[in-house]
């Protein structure tokens, strides 16, 4: 059995960061989900926002949720998203060319 959604913080982007029972801290793309059925109603992004936690998984005002199993397998390790950040950052930094100093 996966832990369970302890806390949950939508953002602007359809993402969702997640605490997890155990302490891990993930994030659940729900970008995918915006396309079907009852999801629709989640490309409101104010809507979207008002994501909360029920029983252990994230749940909406109008009845829509998604497996916690599904919040735990489909979703990345926050530690891996910032190690995948900084890398892309550390490339862009090497790659953009030094600025001349003004005279």
Do not use: I
């Amino acid at each position: 059995m996966n832990p369970r959604v302890s806390t949950v913080t939508p953002t602007a982007d359809y993402k969702l960061e997640l605490v997890f029972d155990d302490g891990d801290r993930r994030v659940y793309d729900c970008s995918h989900l915006l396309d079907f059925g009852v999801f629709q109603e989640l490309r409101d992004v104010r809507y979207f926002k008002r994501a909360t936690v029920l029983d252990g998984t994230v749940v909406w005002p109008h009845e829509q949720d998604v497996c916690p199993d599904t919040l735990y397998l489909d979703s990345s390790p926050l530690v891996a998203l910032a190690k995948r950040l900084t890398r892309k950052l550390d490339t862009a930094l090497r790659e953009t060319p030094p600025t001349e100093k003004r005279r």
